[in-house]
């Protein structure tokens, strides 16, 4: 396995970010080249975007690249990465890991499930949430967290329950929404946890340390959320 410098690839230009800030040594993270989103993958994974969009066809090519060589920094070699019923990635056995994409940035996150039980990443262009879709995603304290604290990004708090929900599906193998969790922001550190709300339906399972952190980039934000048993 590789050292703790080479755990993390800074490989975008789109929007130049120290990722290696969002992670522990454990986990291994790449964005996405330039021909990355151009390239071909495997035919097997092909076929998921024969009938796609180019838009669809870009992320979804860049998602798999990025995957793939945060994959073979933990040794595997390359291979097919395909999914499941819910169309969410399979990694090879032993393994956890997470893809997120929007217009033009992309990243991937990789690990084995040795001390990481789960992981999720999601990455949001810094632009301003849509009109209406505050109410939707933020818990009233969540928003007036926000508007005391203007010069975060609109979309953290959506980013933040994105990533958290990618690190906790694979154990729980149930769909949750944005009101089930309300996210406590720290801005001091770039981290977040969260809590379950009144309403949540959701038994989380409380073996696992969470840990969530967020880092903030001319064009984007970046969420990660992981678990480790202590």
């Not at 021909?35 to 979804?60: G, H, N």
């Not at 793939?68 to 032993?94: E, T, V």
């Not at 996210?183 to 409380?206: C, D, E, G, K, S």
């Amino acid at each position: 396995m590789h050292g703790a410098t080479m755990r993390a690839v800074n490989s975008s230009s789109s929007d130049p970010m120290d990722i290696t800030s969002l992670f522990p040594p454990q986990i291994h993270a790449v964005s996405a080249t330039p021909d990355m989103w151009e390239t071909p993958v495997f035919p097997e994974e092909e076929v998921f975007i024969s009938q796609a969009m180019l838009k669809r066809q870009r992320e979804f090519r860049a998602g798999r690249h990025c995957a793939r060589a945060a994959m073979q920094q933990l040794g595997l070699p390359a291979q097919p990465i395909l999914r499941d019923s819910n169309r969410a990635p399979l990694w090879p056995q032993g393994h956890l890991g997470s893809i997120s994409h929007c217009r033009d940035f992309c990243i991937a996150a990789c690990c084995t499930n040795n001390y990481i039980k789960g992981l999720g990443v999601d990455v949001e262009p810094i632009d301003g949430l849509k009109p209406g879709v505050e109410g939707r995603i933020h818990t009233q304290a969540e928003s007036e967290f926000m508007h005391q604290h203007p010069g975060l990004p609109e979309r953290l708090i959506f980013s933040a329950k994105e990533s958290l929900y990618k690190s906790y599906y694979p154990l729980l193998k149930a769909f949750f929404g944005f009101q089930t969790v309300e996210i406590q922001v720290n801005p001091l550190n770039q981290t977040f946890h969260y809590r379950p709300t009144a309403t949540a339906r959701i038994q989380f399972p409380q073996a696992f340390r969470f840990h969530g952190r967020y880092l903030t980039g001319e064009r984007h934000i970046l969420t990660c959320c992981y678990l480790t048993p202590d």
